[in-house]
């Protein structure tokens, strides 16, 4: 149950239309990367940046989550809260409030409608749709209410908007391992794709980049199946394929890799295979790289919840963000995979292994992430 606006929470609301021109004005002139607060962590981009009046915390913060049914959703949510628990990062915030709503649209945006007409100084947003939210952000402005986006962003953000979005590069990570599928497979004749979330920005990226490198060989085939980022649906939606279609020259898993892959071992299928970073698709590549199962794994870490928060953070502080920050994709192969490092065999499998952001100052363990950390 989300409670009452307090005085203060008011008063800032009341200020809304202020802290709006002041984005608008400083939004319109060119602003330079190194006019940016922490470039090293927040790189810029795009061209606009956020420049919001400073506001006095510690701050109510809302993170407005919308699917939560997969490992990656899961950790990305135990990692919020154990960076919201650092001590430096607790003291700047009265308040952490979290909702997850499933993949309906519509009640991800009345929770974000019940945050502003709370008073919450900053909304975290995983879109569960890049273009549904165009009305709530006007009204978010309007409040004076700061939105934060990661991981699956916005496509429809004006350059006045008081938005900033954390992302990887998606289409980027799609043509990565287009490339690596395209300079590892022996046969280019039929490629299996496991895409992810119907409707997400992640997923139609992604998509779109693998396909822009490996769409124009000649005589390729794809098979294209739904695994929802999840190890039970790939799984099962790769062995399907399989019967079908009996053998595929190279596959790629947006997430859910570790499933996926199983359900080539069952088949004694050894392909190359372009996956995401869970410790278990790691773990496997190790294990079988040797007998043919050559992978890549590139990361979209569920830690970019911590860099969005942090993002916030230093938004309402009134530091010059950049709207849109790009955060390098971190990759491993079975060649240059190292045991404790890149991956971990003592982990779960379905644990990611890109798990922090050093140029952030964001380093945390997989005790802390999973709550097992010992208190000091």
């Excluded at 979290?98 to 649209?105: E, I, K, L, R, Y």
């Amino acid at each position: 149950m989300i409670g009452k606006p307090d005085a203060s929470a008011l008063l800032r609301r009341a200020c809304g239309y202020v802290a709006a021109s002041a984005l608008m004005l400083a939004a319109a002139q060119p602003v330079h990367a190194a006019d940016t607060y922490l470039p090293q962590c927040f790189k810029p981009g795009g061209s606009a940046v956020v420049k919001l009046a400073a506001k006095p915390g510690p701050y109510r913060i809302a993170f407005a989550n919308g699917f939560v049914g997969n490992s990656w959703r899961v950790q990305m949510i135990q990692t919020l809260a154990a960076y919201a628990a650092e001590p430096e990062v607790a003291k700047r915030i009265k308040e952490l409030h979290t909702v997850s709503v499933g993949t309906d649209v519509s009640a991800q945006i009345a929770a974000m409608d019940n945050f502003i007409n709370a008073g919450y100084d900053a909304i975290l947003l995983e879109a569960s749709s890049p273009t549904a939210f165009r009305p709530v952000l006007r009204r978010a402005k309007k409040a004076g209410v700061l939105i934060v986006t990661f991981d699956n962003v916005l496509d429809n953000v004006a350059a006045d908007d008081p938005v900033i979005q954390v992302n990887e590069d998606q289409v980027e990570m799609g043509r990565m391992m287009g490339h690596w599928l395209d300079s590892t497979m022996k046969q280019k004749e039929r490629v299996l794709e496991v895409r992810g979330v119907s409707g997400t920005s992640v997923d139609r990226d992604r998509h779109e980049g693998f396909r822009a490198v490996l769409g124009a060989t000649p005589g390729l085939r794809f098979t294209e199946v739904v695994g929802n980022w999840d190890d039970g649906t790939a799984q099962k939606a790769v062995a399907d394929a399989l019967a079908v279609n009996g053998h595929f020259d190279g596959m790629y898993v947006q997430a859910g890799s570790t499933g996926a892959v199983r359900a080539l071992l069952d088949a004694h299928q050894m392909i190359p295979v372009g996956g995401e970073d869970e410790n278990g698709f790691r773990k496997q590549i190790a294990q079988y790289g040797k007998d043919g199962l050559l992978g890549d794994s590139a990361g979209q870490s569920p830690a970019l919840v911590a860099v969005a928060l942090k993002a916030a953070l230093a938004a309402l502080s009134g530091e010059a963000m950049p709207q849109a920050i790009s955060v390098p994709i971190p990759e491993a192969n079975y060649r240059t995979l190292k045991a404790g490092e890149t991956y971990f065999p003592d982990l779960s499998d379905t644990f990611f292994a890109a798990s922090d952001f050093p140029p952030c100052d964001i380093t945390l363990s997989a005790a802390q992430i999973t709550g097992q950390a010992k208190p000091e």
